[in-house]
């Protein structure tokens, strides 16, 4: 069955330090991948998406994701986490024509000062 | 100013009552969604509806209805609530692609 999992329910970071948050996909073809964010008390905000191109791909604020097929996996990464960045994170799946998204349990993101 | 606005932000109210949530999004997208977010952030999609097509999550227990007067509104309706009703609800949106776009949510306690 299609699935996303998102192994770390918690990263601590310090604030300046680099980031990668993790997120691996179980499915036989190409999908479409894309990371949101969630600050407390807000809504979902897309971060950045990849459809079928490049595999690395930017998003806002200083964040990008690379797709590996080989490794079914979209990591997030950053260069420099800022506290402003603390929020919990998701990643999404599509494979379906209907546009349904599978989504991942999130990954808290701790800054530490 | 074009977004997904959901109305109220809280709700309180108590087991067994009816409430609704409305959801308006200005983007011109054509496609809208309700999730329910539990109190581990878990996301879970209730129901998608465009001018063609309902689609509902079949877990999703037959008190919840959505309601839809055109492809910019798309309300939630659940009829009697239970406890475990109690959740953030999120509207969002999209045009016949993947990428959604969420509303700030809606947050449901029952008492």
């Known amino acids: 069955a299609q699935s996303v999992t998102q192994p770390d329910a918690r990263v601590t970071v310090s604030e300046g330090a680099s980031l990668q948050l993790r997120c691996k996909y179980s499915?036989?073809?190409?999908?479409?991948l894309f990371w949101y964010v969630q600050y407390p008390r807000q809504g979902l905000q897309l971060l950045l998406k990849?459809?079928?191109?490049d595999p690395v791909v930017q998003g806002v604020n200083g964040f990008e994701a690379e797709f590996s097929k080989s490794n079914s996996s979209f990591h997030l990464r950053k260069a420099s986490v800022h506290w402003s960045d603390w929020a919990v994170y998701f990643c999404?799946?599509?494979?379906?024509?209907?546009?349904?998204?599978?989504w991942g349990s999130g990954t808290k993101l701790i800054i530490k000062p | 100013e074009t977004a997904v606005f959901q109305t109220p932000n809280y709700h309180v109210t108590q087991v067994g009552n009816e409430v609704s949530f409305n959801c308006k999004q200005t983007?011109?997208?054509?496609?809208m969604y309700w999730y329910k977010q539990d109190s581990k952030k878990l996301l879970k999609i209730m129901f998608s509806?465009?001018?063609?097509?309902?689609?509902v999550n079949e877990t999703v227990p037959r008190r919840f209805s959505p309601q839809s007067s055109d492809k910019a509104h798309l309300n939630l309706r659940i009829k009697s609530v239970e406890p475990e009703d109690s959740a953030v609800y999120l509207c969002?949106?999209?045009?016949?692609?993947?990428?959604?776009?969420f509303g700030p949510g809606t947050r449901l306690t029952v008492l």
């Open positions: 499915y036989f073809g190409t999908p479409y």
């Open positions: 999404a799946v599509s494979f379906d024509s209907n546009y349904q998204l599978i």
């Open positions: 509806y465009n001018n063609k097509q309902l689609i």
């Open positions: 983007l011109g997208h054509d496609t």
């Open positions: 990849y459809y079928p191109g």
């Open positions: 969002a949106s999209s045009l016949r692609t993947y990428e959604q776009y």
